[in-house]
DNA sequence: ATGGTGGGTAGCCCA
């Protein structure tokens, strides 16, 4: 058995008190995070090593995005690309060698586009479908079972959001995002591993904005956070679940954690 | 239609 976890956490030095307790609730085998928000010489390697999670896989940059592997597993990294050619830390990619060995396992923070979906006045839209389009043309070339998890910032269905209505303008709903989305799915035939899990309509939410006074009460949601893998390796995955109640703890982050176990 | 909150950094950017 293999679990593998991941939660945008959303400066990972302010929370390693929660990581802290996730881990000793979960104990996920590999957890992958994103928006460290430090640099490689800040992560808090050594708690995470104390804790047992001594192999670690670091892309990070001064003040913004960045992210992280940590594992029980050794780990070998294997790549850190760039999808938008500008420098920003958002992917690591790393290889199993231990339990689970061959796996190879992307971890990914697409940008969130900003706040006009129309890449003529946002620049950002733009960039965040052009990552969208190399991260296709890269899934292309795919030879090996993989698994991609990550903060995707794209809610695709009806069903990952809390009105699929009045979101259908709001970046990370928008039809055109959930195109170029569709097109990475089919690129490598992911397989998204949340929904084969938790069938839609059923309500799947990852992310609740800061900006909601009482999130559980109005639970204006969206599944922004995914875990995707190779269709021969999504069909040993045994469980998927959430950890809900981590967006309630102190200082949380407004994502939660998602985990997925295999039986390999 | 607007502003609401939170993190990092250094006088605003990003989510």
């Not at 708690?47 to 913004?64: D, E, P, R, S």
């Not at 790549?79 to 690591?92: M, T």
């Not at 992307?106 to 479908?129: H, I, M, S, T, W």
Request: hydrophobic letters at 40%.
């Amino acid at each position: 058995m293999v679990t593998i976890a991941t939660w945008n956490i959303n400066s990972v030095r302010l929370r390693m008190p929660i990581v802290e307790r996730f881990l000793k609730a979960e104990a996920p085998d590999v957890l992958c995070l994103q928006e460290i928000k430090c640099q490689e010489f800040q992560f808090p390697a050594k708690a995470f090593a104390k804790l047992g999670y001594k192999h670690i896989a670091v892309h990070g940059q001064k003040g913004y995005h960045g992210v992280a592997t940590v594992s029980r597993i050794p780990l070998r990294e294997v790549s850190r690309h760039d999808w938008q050619d500008n420098g920003e830390a958002r992917h690591v990619g790393v290889e199993l060698l231990g339990a689970g060995q061959g796996m190879v396992l992307e971890n990914v923070y697409v940008p969130a586009g900003g706040d006009v979906p129309d890449r003529k006045v946002n620049a950002k839209f733009g960039q965040k479908l052009d990552f969208l389009d190399r991260m296709t043309r890269w899934a292309e070339t795919i030879d090996r079972p993989s698994m991609i998890v990550g903060d995707f910032n794209i809610a695709p269905l009806e069903s990952d959001v809390w009105s699929h209505k009045q979101l259908l303008k709001v970046v990370s709903h928008t039809p055109l995002e959930v195109e170029t989305l569709n097109r990475f799915r089919d690129a490598h035939g992911w397989s998204d591993i949340g929904r084969e899990h938790i069938l839609a309509p059923e309500r799947y939410f990852s992310w609740w904005s800061y900006r909601s006074k009482d999130w559980r009460v109005n639970d204006r949601g969206r599944r922004l956070d995914h875990m995707w893998a190779s269709p021969q390796l999504a069909k040993q995955a045994t469980r998927h679940w959430l950890l809900e109640e981590a967006r309630d703890w102190e200082k949380p982050s407004d994502h939660i954690p998602l985990m997925t176990q295999f039986s390999l």
